[in-house]
């Protein structure tokens, strides 16, 4: 049993993660439920199914999304060169033929001499070391099975709200306080006066909202305290003032008076590079986020790094759960990969299977493991899913620059800035494989 590893799921992680596995010299069994059963999202029987947009977002190595497929293609990965090779046009884009790309990845794992694929849905826990990658739709047998290996760490919706770098917050509107001066100042306040709150308010309940499929029951039935802002702000014109944008306990050291209605943020992760809207969970179509919530004093210029969403996603509380690898802290034989790991967006859980696989591989192998480095998109991917610090309200997320360390000198045009992170990550990253001899599966 030793020398063979599961894979539960040939979406994108669990291909990734077989392939990685398998291309290492090691026997894999990928288990797949398709064609004979489909989750709601899912219609195509090929595996990778690509199941709403076909893009794969930025192809440039100066963009977050495109230094994620950089660093994959460098670690030995199985989609991004089958995406490639069945590109469509779509400007700066790596967009897919969506059936070409999937038929793609499933010839390449079905002729591949060490995987061996099983049909139907698994039921049970396969003995020896296993990779559960079956997405953010996992139901039935499965999610019990999950929740029995997490606990109360399984969350079956995403109410993030959105997030926004630290250092694109103006100061010279917002200030630092903790609510009636308790603890230290951890929070970013953003401070409005009447006019300003009445016109936010305005500006929010007109504004364009997603629509939910139909297999996505909307969450507020589920968690009144998870409430979109939107929803919050429609109850009437000072709801938001007795909840989340309460602004009792807070003067402005600038007037030394208590605003008529604060929004507060609060630090996304340990080093302070981002921070969320507290309590702005969100299910705001994304250009009506930027344009609504642009107007919060001391956000006007900043960037966002991730949009509020409300949706259906089945996810571990991975923080308490999982090492850096992908394995499972209590239980190291068994890995999660894809987004069911709190990674968001079809190239990070295709990272994550591939992180995943070459851990379960090497380790099989007695190799030492690859130590992803944090200034690159998969090591800081790791580290933001792996972190305790991230464990409170863990929220999914996507490869975007401001999860990468500071990089300590102020460069003002984006541009620049992101390709001298980009080329810090690809440094290190090749510094890492040279250490390990030059590549993951050897
Ligand atoms: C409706 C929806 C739309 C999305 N749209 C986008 C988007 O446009 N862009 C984007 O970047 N991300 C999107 N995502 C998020 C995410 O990127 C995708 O969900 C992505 O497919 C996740 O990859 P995965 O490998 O983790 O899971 P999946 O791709 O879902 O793969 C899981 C696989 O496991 C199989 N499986 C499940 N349970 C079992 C079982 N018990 N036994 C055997 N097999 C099983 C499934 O059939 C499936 O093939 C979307 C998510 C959802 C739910």
């Known amino acids: 049993m030793n020398d063979i590893v599961n894979v539960i799921g040939a979406g994108l992680a669990g291909c990734e993660a077989a392939w990685a596995v398998a291309e290492a010299g090691i026997r ?10 489909y989750s709601p999202a899912h219609k195509y029987s090929g595996f990778a199914e690509l199941v709403c947009s076909n893009s794969l977002k930025a192809a440039r190595l100066e963009s977050a999304a495109g230094l994620l497929k950089y660093e994959m293609e460098l670690l030995g990965s199985l989609t991004v060169p089958c995406a490639k090779e069945n590109s469509v046009e779509a400007g700066g884009a790596l967009a897919v033929d969506r059936e070409k790309f999937s038929d793609a990845v499933t010839a390449k794992i079905k002729s591949h001499p060490l995987i061996e694929v099983i049909g139907g849905e698994v039921t049970e826990l396969p003995e020896g070391m296993t990779i559960i990658a079956t997405g953010p739709l996992t139901q039935g047998a499965m999610a019990d099975i999950i929740r029995g290996l997490c606990g109360e760490g399984l969350s079956f919706y995403d109410a993030a709200a959105p997030i926004v770098t630290a250092d694109t917050i103006n100061m010279e509107r917002a200030f630092y306080a903790s609510r009636y001066d308790r603890g230290d100042a951890d929070y970013v306040n953003c401070p409005m006066n009447k006019e300003e709150y009445l016109a936010f308010h305005e500006a929010l309940i007109n504004a364009e909202k997603v629509q939910l499929k139909d297999f996505e029951t909307h969450p507020f039935s589920v968690y009144e305290g998870c409430m979109p802002i939107e929803e919050l702000a429609s109850r009437g014109v000072d709801t938001m003032r007795f909840g989340p944008m309460k602004p009792v306990g807070i003067d402005d050291p600038r007037t030394g008076r208590r605003p008529y209605a604060v929004v507060q943020l609060r630090k996304e992760n340990r080093e302070g ?42 996810f571990i509380n991975s923080p308490e759960l999982l090492n850096s690898d992908f394995s499972m802290r209590s239980r190291p034989e068994i890995f999660f990969a894809g987004q069911i790991t709190g990674v968001e967006g079809y190239m990070e859980s295709a990272a994550s299977g591939l992180i995943a696989g070459i851990a379960a591989s090497r380790r099989l192998k007695g190799l030492e493991p690859v130590k992803l480095p944090p200034d690159t998109m998969t090591g800081a991917l790791s580290h933001y899913v792996s972190d305790p610090f991230n464990s409170g309200n863990f ?9 990468l360390p500071d990089i300590g000198v102020r460069i003002k045009d984006k541009k620049e800035r992101y390709g001298a992170y980009a080329q810090r990550a690809v440094n290190s990253l090749r510094g890492e494989l040279e250490r390990i001899g030059g590549k993951c599966n050897s």
């Not at 809207?277 to 991730?306: C, D």
């Not at 929220?395 to 999860?403: D, F, T, Y």
């Open 28 to 37: 894999v069994r990928l288990y797949e439920m398709k064609p004979e059963k």
């Open 395 to 403: 929220q999914p997320m996507g490869a975007n620059m401001g999860i």
């Open 273 to 314: 590079t981002l921070f969320n809207l507290v309590g702005f969970q969100t299910n705001l179509k994304f250009g009506e986020q930027k344009r609504v919530f642009s107007m919060i004093p001391g956000l006007e210029n900043a960037e966002f790094m991730r949009y509020g969403v409300m949706h259906r996603n089945t």
